[in-house]
């Protein structure tokens, strides 16, 4: 069974830097699909960046110039680093994976982390 723990949450000021990892256990697939998405109270869940199937990246714009997704140096490992941090950035970080195709909504994950608390203070 898929498994994934994301770390590196935390509580920083506005124009901090925070990186999050995302380390999948519990596979034998040799490539995931595999993103980052944030839920804040009342607001539905969003995608901020993904490292799809055929190896392209996807970053949501309000983002884009701030944060940069990466694989990290073990296989599958996913980093999210994030810079110039925003309050409206506050949220709970998601990772989640899928074995097959994806795409950059939700429905296309299967396999999600607990989520990480990443607090952002003016």
């Known amino acids: 069974q898929l498994q994934l723990v994301e770390s590196g949450g935390g509580s920083v000021q506005a124009g901090g830097t925070l990186t999050l990892s995302c380390a999948p256990s519990?596979?034998?697939?040799?490539?995931?699909?595999m993103g980052w998405f944030r839920q804040s109270p009342g607001k539905e869940r969003e995608g901020v960046a993904a490292?799809?199937?055929?190896?392209?990246?996807r970053v949501a714009e309000s983002v884009k110039d701030r944060f940069t997704v990466s694989q990290g140096t073990t296989k599958n490992t996913l980093i999210l680093q994030m810079s110039n941090l925003k309050p409206e950035d506050s949220a709970i970080y998601y990772c989640?994976?899928?074995?097959?195709?994806?795409?950059?909504?939700?429905?296309?994950?299967?396999?999600w982390g607990q989520g990480t608390q990443v607090n952002v203070s003016s």
């Open positions: 490292i799809l199937s055929d190896g392209r990246r």
């Open positions: 989640a994976a899928e074995v097959t195709a994806c795409g950059f909504t939700p429905d296309d994950f299967g396999y």
């Open positions: 519990g596979y034998s697939y040799n490539n995931l699909c």
